[in-house]
């Protein structure tokens, strides 16, 4: 596949992936080759070993194996599977958030398993690539780690230099690289513990590990987590971003205000996720998802972005609301059909749940991610089926 030029919708946060992102993944099945070779028996296992693991990480994840990142054909599964599509992922969010850290600052990265977001950064802001950065992945495996080192090495060559690459085994090690500019968790959060209700003046799993994660920042900096799209990860999202706006953080994204979520992920209702088309990978990714019978039709995530003080990597949160009248809509869902030929997405906003109407047209129209400016109708309508406040808005 041809890649794209890059371009960006504006507000939105996910970008059509960069030239730089797209050569870079390229690469990686040679770079593989070098670094990770697979003996024989992996080699002709590989496909099978990429829908076990898959099956453990959703529907089957408490027979999760507690070491499956140390085991040869897990391992080779994760390289060549699941760490492509997750720079990918990474990747696409990092080119549509407003953050850019200074010389000199410092990155924890909890769960880092082969250095994702690493990777994912360094394919992605080649404007910091010249500047001195200490990068601290922190993470269980050590053949993940060590693995994730030489692709690194791999993709940035000898400008890679330029940024300190430390690997740790044990959570507590970050105490000795604090305090930090970031902290970065992917794919981390899950499998702390699962989401529940907390008693009354109860500290959650998320409440805990939010105050952990203060003692390890500098008062101006950020939090960036990332997490799978499903309902229960956005809980978990959910909870630490109450526990944050508790404590003074800011949501930086992808929330458009700080009042109540619309989309808590309760059951039988909406959970705050994005899907995108992905439709801008290397050949040999697509090919080799279709091979292992595991293709991908949308690349989905939840994620939380946080901030606190001026000067913190965060360059902006999301910008006031213009007028009274008008408000911020942060689109959430893909486009459907709704009665009379009309189009819907689903959206939030400081009104709470918001159903985007449109007039059926052949554009694609705001896709999820993109920030909107809407007008709030004078006398509330609310849609039967989800409650939403329904807002009219134009292609």
Known sequence: MTPPAGRSRPGTLFPEASHDLIEGLAKVPDLLKRIQPLKEKHRKALAGSVRRLST???VERDSLPADYMTRPEYMAAYLHYFM?????????????????L???STVLDFGAGPLTFLQAMWLTRPHMRSNNYQYVGIDRSEPGLKAGRKLFEGLAGEDGR??????????GAARKFAPADLIVAG?????????RAAAIGEATAEDLLLQRWEGLLKPDAAILVIEPGTRSSARQLVRLRQAALATGWQVAAPCSHHEECAMPGTRGGPWCHFNFIPQDIPEWLFKFSRRVKLPKERASLSFLLLK????????????PTPAKVEGLVRVISETFELPHGRMGRYGCGEKGLILLENAKTPQPGPQPGDLLTVTWPEKDRRDAKSKAIIVSATE
Do not use: H
Request: proline share 9%; charged share 20%.
């Open 102 to 104: 200074k010389a000199g």
């Open 187 to 195: 794919n981390f959060i899950n499998e702390l513990s699962p989401p």
């Open 308 to 319: 606190r003080g001026e000067n913190c990597p965060v360059k902006t949160v999301t910008p």
């Open 56 to 58: 453990f990480l959703t």
């Open 84 to 100: 492509p599509w997750n720079i990918y992922r990474q990747g696409r969010l990092l080119m549509g958030l407003d953050f850019s």
């Open 162 to 171: 330029n940024w300190k690459i430390i690997t740790e085994r044990q959570l």
